[in-house]
């Protein structure tokens, strides 16, 4: 089994899983099921390329309650239809055949434009960070809750 046909094989298990009928999703998307069944099947010869399929497998993957970025992110990277950076892709299938790319993209694309490519990931906090800081919060929002009672007092006391 392909790359390929793992990514199709997960969201038809996780469509099924949820209970979610291909009538359901198509009529989100407004479109025929034949597609999704296409899609499910591996064959995509319907569907159309760029923004449209990315916003459809989106779609699929919210009703399937799946993470939309990371499934549109591996959409992009096994098919052909959803692959924004076709440019680079082709030019690394022609290195390997020893081939010059003849390839032009229509557009041109400013690299680190998309939230993802830009993410910076913080190491995650240890599990005594917040039982330390919970408590001074708690704390802090208790005094400034009483600051501003006493204000609204003073203010209601000298303007009667």
């Known amino acids: 089994?392909?790359?390929?046909?793992?990514?199709?094989t997960r969201l038809r298990r996780h469509r099924t899983r949820r209970?979610?009928?291909?009538?359901?999703?198509?009529?989100?998307?407004?479109?025929?099921?034949?597609?999704?069944e296409g899609l499910e099947r591996n064959d995509l010869a319907g569907w159309p390329r760029g923004v449209q399929s990315r916003a459809w497998i989106r779609t699929f993957a919210q009703a399937v309650d799946?993470?939309?970025?990371?499934?549109?992110?591996?959409?992009?990277?096994?098919?052909?239809?959803?692959?924004?950076?076709?440019?680079?892709?082709?030019r690394e299938i022609a290195a390997i055949v020893a081939s010059p790319s003849e390839y032009r993209?229509?557009?041109?694309?400013?690299?680190?434009?998309?939230?993802?490519?830009?993410?910076?990931?913080?190491?995650?906090?240890?599990?005594?960070?917040?039982?330390?800081?919970?408590?001074g919060r708690a704390l802090w929002n208790r005094l400034v809750a009483a600051e501003s009672l006493l204000r609204q007092r003073r203010a209601t006391r000298t303007h009667p």
């Open 1 to 8: 089994m392909n790359a390929q046909e793992m990514f199709v």
């Open 19 to 36: 209970g979610v009928s291909l009538d359901h999703i198509a009529t989100e998307l407004r479109i025929r099921p034949e597609l999704l």
């Open 66 to 90: 799946l993470d939309p970025l990371d499934t549109v992110e591996e959409f992009c990277r096994l098919f052909p239809q959803g692959d924004r950076r076709r440019s680079g892709t082709i």
């Open 105 to 135: 993209d229509e557009f041109s694309h400013v690299q680190g434009r998309r939230s993802t490519d830009l993410q910076v990931y913080e190491e995650p906090k240890p599990a005594w960070h917040s039982f330390v800081t919970q408590p």
